[in-house]
């Protein structure tokens, strides 16, 4: 179980990685505006109507997050195909702790744009619950020796 809620939580992983290097791109190598603007369903008038410094922090915060986004998940990534696989508790409790917190903020974020990357939330939370729950039960479960004999 172990294996299969790694497997999960790598794939969570290359999902936020290949996201956030995608919006970077975006906004920085092609000189587009944040898609928050898309997401939250402003149309080109108001898009238009809002000022310059307005896009200016939305771009900022857009590169700010998704960098973190980014760098989040390769920091995570070895720590769950060495440590986590290798049955560490800490790795297990860091994971639980840090990726639960950043689904957690994703859904209140995306609750100020009306939800409009809830597909993708969604998504990422099934992944995170699965595959941290996968990994609960070895982790967690306790095992006693008694005169050579397991009991659980």
């Known amino acids: 179980m172990l294996k299969k809620g790694s497997t999960l939580l790598s794939i969570w992983c290359g999902i936020?990685?290949?996201?956030?290097?995608?919006?970077?791109?975006?906004?920085?190598?092609?000189?587009?505006?944040s898609p928050i603007l898309q997401v939250a369903s402003f149309s080109e008038a108001e898009i238009a109507g809002l000022s310059a410094k307005v896009i200016a922090a939305l771009?900022?915060?857009t590169i700010l997050y998704n960098s973190c986004a980014l760098m989040v998940s390769v920091l995570t990534w070895p720590l769950i195909r060495k440590n986590l696989v290798a049955g560490e508790r800490s790795a297990f409790w860091m994971l639980a702790f840090v990726i639960g917190f950043i689904e957690v903020m994703a859904f209140l974020a995306s609750s100020y744009i009306g939800h409009g990357r809830w597909q993708v939330n969604v998504l990422q939370s099934i992944l995170y619950i699965v595959g941290i729950g996968l990994c609960a039960y070895p982790m967690l479960k306790i095992n006693h020796r008694l005169q050579g004999q397991t009991i659980r």
Do not use: G, S, T
Not at 18 to 31: D, E, G, P, R, S
């Open 59 to 61: 771009n900022c915060f």
């Open 16 to 33: 936020n990685f290949i996201l956030a290097f995608i919006i970077l791109c975006y906004v920085i190598v092609l000189k587009q505006n």
